[in-house]
């Protein structure tokens, strides 16, 4: 158990909808990221949060947003749902101040399919 | 972040040593080698990280050559579970980045 919990575990919906992924990342981490991952396109790196604000940002389309509350959990929206939207969402966190290790550890995915 | 090359897929006896190899030769002098795995479909799992040293920890040893343009994972006594993709991933040393995932080595563990 790595500690970053995950909700929905799975969540079927049909094109043109929209969905709320949520994440809670491990006591104390300030960083939280999202990964997509599908079959043909492998693990990629989709935004990066840091104590709220936004950090990174990776190959995130225009259609998806995510947010960091002040209690640091996580959220990935996704709108106007596509059929090639259909993966696995990773959210993953890491930094607790002052360890100075950056490792990250992810939660266990929700997995979206779009009919 | 530097671009690494690995083997698509190796098979491994279990209770025998799996080693992984990984090509970093555009490693910078600030980039750490990093590894992690997925086991089918689960979150990828940190496994080990090093810069210039040798390190192991509780799950496996990482080997980086002197010139640090490869490294080898080892896993001292592979059993079924450790059966999985496994990334190396090469990132600056301040680490607070985004991981930049290729496709991997699946290692197939083998009763």
């Known amino acids: 158990d790595s500690g970053v919990t995950q909700t929905p575990k799975h969540l079927i919906t049909a094109t043109g909808q929209r969905v709320t992924l949520r994440c809670s990342p491990r006591?104390?981490?300030?960083?939280v990221y999202w990964y997509q991952q599908s079959l043909d396109q492998g693990l990629q790196f989709l935004i990066q949060?840091?104590?709220?604000?936004?950090?990174a940002k990776g190959n995130i389309l225009e259609r998806f947003s995510a947010q960091q509350f002040p209690d640091l959990h996580s959220e990935l929206n996704l709108s106007s749902l596509e059929l090639g939207d259909s993966a696995l969402y990773f959210c993953?966190?890491?930094?607790?101040?002052?360890?100075?290790?950056?490792?990250?550890?992810f939660g266990p995915g929700t997995r979206l399919t779009v009919t | 972040d530097a671009k690494t090359t690995q083997p698509p897929s190796m098979d491994c006896a279990e209770g025998r040593a799996a080693n992984l190899p990984c090509n970093h030769s555009?490693?910078?002098?600030?980039?750490?080698v990093y590894w992690y795995r997925q086991i089918h479909s689960q979150g990828p799992q940190y496994i080990i990280h090093?810069?210039?040293n040798n390190e192991t920890n509780e799950m496996a040893s990482l080997i980086i050559t002197e010139d640090r343009k490869s490294s080898t994972l080892i896993l001292p006594h592979a059993t079924l579970r450790d059966t999985a993709v496994y990334y190396c991933?090469?990132?600056?040393?301040?680490?607070?980045?985004?991981?930049?995932f290729g496709k991997g080595t699946r290692l197939s563990v083998i009763a």
């Open positions: 090093g810069l210039k």
């Open positions: 555009t490693i910078s002098g600030n980039e750490y």
């Open positions: 006591s104390g981490d300030l960083s």
């Open positions: 993953a966190s890491s930094v607790a101040p002052g360890q100075g290790r950056f490792e990250q550890y």
């Open positions: 949060y840091y104590n709220g604000e936004e950090r």
């Open positions: 991933i090469v990132r600056v040393a301040t680490g607070n980045t985004p991981l930049v």
